[in-house]
């Protein structure tokens, strides 16, 4: 059973661009976290989805950035124009839908986005 | 507004040496507290999880306190090998959907 796959593992984007991050759950698993996690800092949520839908999105940016988990493929973190400020990892992380009180994540290896 | 806090330095201790880590929190009820590890350049890995009706929770060498009247929660690692060496991240939550809010980790540095 494959983990959580991310990718591009690194991504560099000239500020202005756009970057688009996926994250292919584990098998079975239909929630999906995103987090951002800057150089000596913790890791922030940003948005939680089930399949198409966003349950919460209270930790994502009003501007610029958006997610989805389409019926078919992985989810999209999409971030438009971006700036120095965006450069960080960011962490997608899965789970089955709860049963028996599991609530564990289990984590992606992370994007890695650099603006330049 | 709700606040976790861990040891934000770097706890050193020597190889055999059980290592305590602390987690506190701040206007929060969490109904479970989750611990996790991460190594550099990689994603957290969930290693234990204790519900608030339950005082202490094992597996292997790790060991998990919850005190809900201190607000607090204590990780052990007993017996500690290099291979500890890691940062352990706490995150509490209160449930429902599963939102979980991370702290910022303490960084263990087990020494041979």
């Known amino acids: 059973n494959a983990g959580v796959m991310q990718n591009p593992r690194h991504l560099v984007r000239r500020r202005g661009q756009e970057a688009r991050l996926r994250c292919s759950p584990m098998?079975?698993?239909?929630?999906v976290y995103w987090y951002r996690q800057l150089p000596e800092e913790g890791l922030k949520f940003m948005v939680y989805?089930?399949?198409?839908?966003?349950?919460?999105e209270s930790g994502m940016p009003k501007e610029r950035f958006s997610a989805e988990f389409p019926k078919e493929g992985p989810s999209i973190l999409r971030i438009q124009q971006v700036v120095r400020g965006d450069s960080a990892a960011y962490f997608c992380?899965?789970?089955?839908?709860?049963?028996?009180?599991?609530?564990?994540?289990?984590f992606g290896p992370g994007t890695r986005l650099t603006v330049t | 507004s709700q606040k976790i806090e861990q040891n934000s330095e770097a706890l050193n201790i020597q190889e055999g040496k059980t290592a305590t880590l602390t987690c506190n929190y701040t206007?929060?009820?969490?109904?479970?507290l989750q611990w996790y590890r991460q190594d550099p350049g990689r994603g957290p890995v969930f290693l234990l999880l204790?519900?608030?009706?339950?005082k202490e929770k094992r597996k292997e060498r790790l060991k998990v306190t919850f005190d809900t009247t201190l607000k607090q929660s204590l990780f052990h690692i007993t017996a500690s090998q290099p291979a500890d060496s890691a940062t352990y991240l706490c995150?509490?939550?209160?449930?429902?959907?599963?939102?979980?809010?991370f702290g910022i980790g303490t960084k263990l540095q087990v020494i041979p």
């Open positions: 992380a899965s789970s089955p839908p709860v049963t028996g009180g599991n609530y564990e994540q289990y």
């Open positions: 098998k079975g698993h239909s929630h």
């Open positions: 989805l089930q399949k198409e839908n966003i349950i919460d």
């Open positions: 206007n929060y009820s969490p109904a479970y």
């Open positions: 204790i519900r608030e009706n339950e």
């Open positions: 995150a509490p939550s209160s449930g429902g959907y599963q939102k979980v809010t």
